[in-house]
């Protein structure tokens, strides 16, 4: 509680056990959360909210910018002298458990950008409507965590050559309470288990993670769908199988592993796992609706590619049909997102679009329009467009 009041509660010990400070208003989620007031709130049980693409703006996306995704309870009291991780499972011989402060001892330190955005951010473009939260552009940021690599604690722990996959078990509740029911158990294949950014971190931007966002520890795997990346992390199994926890299966974070007609049905044979996240960019200067009295603007924004790293970006004026190439750095480092730029110039007063357009490693662009339907519309990397005024 004193990690979401901020503070330390004096005569916290005094406290009844069970009894909420009012301080901690549970009916305000951008006081609970901190977070900034022009966020959208999508949802309240559980609380969803994603951001406008302009507070995206920072490199390194601060807590009151970043989207908030629950698919159960929140826990409530986390006690972090007695949080342990526990790895299990089939391809391990003997599980191992792990105190927060043997963790941070026993492994090196590690530090990375990674972008994370969830399978399903776009999804109110789609037609027909899939169901789930109606996101637009603002649910993806990309946040500096600190921890230790999970390879470096599956290799302490010894782990069997029929390994295939890991899953996440965590604390938050299932929306009905039921104790015997997982909010969420994801989980991501043995060879990004291994990779060295996949990270078990206990901070974010150089703090404690907020408790929203998986405080005290969290599986961090940068480039693939945010629902890969458990929060309140507190068991590991090691598979010798695909994990098939909690929203693996059925049209959970699966799409048609051949496209579809918008509004088909598909058997769940045919869905395949979403892995590696598709090419996409945001701009985040200026916001969308800018009125300008100059004919040249300064535009930016960032832009990511999952695994991939983003190896060109363009820029349109005129819906399209012809693009001009934007600088873009290199990424700080794999899986984080890179910042691009340009000096539009306008060529008479009226309205215009800047549409913006990365292309990966693999040559692979974004599409200009919303991309092939799926039952839950997920990977919607169509290109962000914002309006501008020239008067
Ligand atoms: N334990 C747990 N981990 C979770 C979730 C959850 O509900 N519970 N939601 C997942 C989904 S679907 C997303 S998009 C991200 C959201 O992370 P954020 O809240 O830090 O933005 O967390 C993922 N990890
Ligand atoms: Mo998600």
Redesign the pocket.
């Known amino acids: 509680m004193t990690s979401v009041l901020g503070m330390d509660i004096v005569f916290g010990e005094k406290l009844p056990k069970g009894l909420l400070p009012i301080g901690l208003d549970q009916d305000d989620p951008y006081a609970l959360f901190k977070k900034d007031k022009d966020m959208i709130l999508l949802n309240d049980k559980?609380y969803n909210m994603e951001a406008l693409a302009h507070q995206l703006d920072d490199d390194i996306t601060p807590n009151e910018y970043?989207?908030?995704?629950?698919?159960?309870l929140i826990p409530r009291e986390i006690d972090t002298e007695s949080w342990t991780l526990t790895i299990d499972g089939e391809s391990v011989s003997e599980p191992k458990t792990y105190t927060l402060a043997e963790l941070k001892s026993k492994f090196p330190t590690h530090s990375y950008q990674l972008t994370?955005?969830?399978?399903?951010n776009g999804r109110a473009e789609f037609d027909p409507p899939p169901k789930g939260n109606q996101w637009s552009l603002g649910?993806v940021?990309c946040a500096k965590w600190t921890g230790v690599r999970l390879k470096d604690v599956l290799e302490d722990v010894g782990i069997n050559s029929d390994a295939v996959y890991i899953g996440?078990y965590?604390?938050?509740e299932h929306l009905t309470r039921d104790p015997n029911k997982e909010?969420?158990s994801?989980g991501v294949p043995i060879s990004k288990a291994m990779m060295e950014e996949t990270l078990i971190a206990y901070q974010m931007n150089d703090q404690d993670i907020p408790l929203?966002?998986?405080h005290p520890l969290?599986l961090v795997a940068g480039g693939w769908?945010?629902?890969?990346?458990?929060?309140?992390?507190q068991r590991i199994s090691v598979r010798n199988k695909v994990h098939d926890g909690e929203?693996m299966g059925g049209t959970s974070?699966r799409v048609p592993c051949t496209p579809v007609a918008p509004g088909d049905k598909v058997e769940d044979e045919d869905m395949c796992i979403i892995e590696s996240m598709p090419v996409k960019s945001l701009i985040t200067y200026p916001k969308t609706g800018a009125m300008i009295s100059d004919k040249k603007l300064s535009i930016r924004g960032h832009a990511w590619a999952g695994e991939n790293s983003v190896r060109k970006m363009e820029y349109s004026i005129d819906f399209g049909s012809t693009w001009k190439e934007c600088d873009l750095k290199d990424a700080p480092n794999r899986l984080a997102w890179q910042r691009f730029s340009a000096e539009v110039e306008f060529l008479e007063e009226g309205y215009y679009e800047v549409w913006a357009r990365a292309t990966d490693s693999d040559g692979v662009s974004q599409p200009m329009l919303v991309p092939g339907w799926n039952p839950k519309g997920y990977l919607n990397n169509a290109c962000h467009r914002i309006a501008v005024k020239v008067s």
């Open positions: 559980p970043i989207f908030v995704r629950n698919n159960g994370l955005e969830c399978g399903g649910a940021y996440y965590a604390a938050d909010a969420i994801r929203v966002h998986g969290r769908p945010a629902s890969a990346s458990g929060k309140w992390l929203k974070y």
